[in-house]
């Protein structure tokens, strides 16, 4: 009998070898409420600060509510953007345009998960698969905030530095 490394080591070579694996596509939640309650009303709290936050700045481009939402001293670990509050609004402000706060995240979000100070949010990404730009797969995006007496203090995603 095989033992349980010499099967994982001969899945990994299969895979690494160009053995074509069907994805499973990353689909949406289409109810937002239910992504936005907890039993811990902090946590509840501090999710929809994320969502709003979301919704009227990083999507309609309500710059002149980044004050509500985020503190003076934002830590961005994104690492094509500037920290600071101010950086942020420019980085959005240059981004999108100002248009009407919708009622709900447009973005095709997966999940909102808050524990302790925290808040992760996780959306679908379609990507141009490298080998055939025409063919599209579906992935994850996440963007994790940290939270400071009611304001978003901190924030990371999966980025990379753009050259």
């Known amino acids: 009998m095989k033992s349980l490394y010499a099967v994982f080591l001969s899945v990994f070579l299969a895979l690494s070898s160009g053995m074509v694996m069907a994805q499973v596509p990353v689909v949406a939640q289409g109810n937002h ?34 004050g509500k939402y985020v503190t003076e001293g934002y830590i961005q670990h994104n690492p094509n953007v500037e920290t600071g509050r101010t950086a942020l609004v420019q ?18 979000l997966v999940a909102v998960v808050a524990e302790g100070n925290f808040v992760m949010v996780s ?7 490298s080998k055939n730009p025409a063919k599209k797969h579906t992935t994850t995006w996440f963007d994790l905030f940290r939270i400071e007496d009611g304001k978003i203090a901190e924030h990371w995603d999966s980025a990379l530095k753009l050259q």
């Open 123 to 129: 959306l679908v990404s379609e990507v141009a698969d």
């Open 33 to 66: 409420d239910s992504l936005l309650t907890s039993p811990d009303p902090k946590l509840a709290r501090n999710k929809r600060l994320v969502y709003d936050f979301w919704r009227e700045v990083v999507e309609a481009g309500h710059v002149d509510q980044v």
């Open 91 to 108: 980085q959005i402000a240059k981004n999108v345009k100002p248009q009407a706060v919708q009622p709900r995240i447009l973005a095709p």
